[in-house]
Nanobody, 123 residues
């Protein structure tokens, strides 16, 4: 399995921006589709965005479409989540995940997970 480490979370005011990073190690990063998920207190883990191995195909949840952008740099073994126009309801722990195959929107399809990074958006 690939090892994943997220970074870039923090506290931001509503309307602000953050960029999350997820660094991979241990396996060939370019072999994996990558996903970002989030989990708020008392809620289930939910899909945010995913991207194909070559970065051509990207998918977003309706709640973040137009505000968040997922991208990857296979030379740096890193996937990013650029988050703009943040809202208080975006507050959650954000996780990156990896899988071999298509960039699924279902968390149980992913094999490797990072430890998560906290994003807090104040109103």
């Amino acid at each position: 399995q690939v090892q994943l480490v997220e970074s870039g979370g923090g506290l931001v005011q509503a309307g602000g921006s953050l960029t999350l990073s997820c660094a991979a190690s241990g396996r060939t990063f370019s072999s994996y589709a990558m996903g970002w998920f989030r989990q708020a207190p008392g809620k289930e883990r939910e899909f945010v965005a995913s991207i194909s191995q070559n970065g051509v195909a990207a998918y977003y949840s309706e709640s973040v479409k137009g505000r968040f952008t997922i991208s990857r740099d296979n030379a740096k073994d890193t996937v990013y989540l650029q988050m703009n126009s943040l809202k208080p309801e975006d507050t959650a722990i954000y996780y990156c995940a990896a899988r071999v195959g298509y960039p699924s929107t279902f968390p149980n399809m992913y094999d490797s997970w990072g430890q998560g990074t906290q994003v807090t958006v104040s109103s």
